[in-house]
């Protein structure tokens, strides 16, 4: 009789932690659920929202893509990630100008949207 209550006293708080254990793991799925969606990135996926530029295409490849931009009378070049995900509109190829709409993901530019700019008519 002692050792049937002994595991019976046993298998409570085990089952309890059980419990706990898969109501945590359900949370945080539905945590990177909802970042999926693009609502805020959980803590530690570093993606800022998005942001647009304007500038020269100077080179263009299926992975990169690189843009000259001008501000403040000075000329820097701006290197964006291509992927699955980027969708492109129009013919963009060196030498045009082109808007860029891109997140920063982990210290890198990932380009979201790439544009040919509108050409401002005299």
Known sequence: MKIRKFGVLLIVPLAFLATQALAGCGVSRVRNYAADFGQEPAPGQHETPIQSVNGKVVDMSSSELRLEVQADNKTDTIEFVIDENTK???DIKPGIMATVDYTTK???????????AEVKKP
Do not use: V, W
């Open 88 to 90: 492109t509109d129009g």
């Open 106 to 116: 982990e210290g890198k530019k990932c380009a979201s949207h790439i544009m040919p």
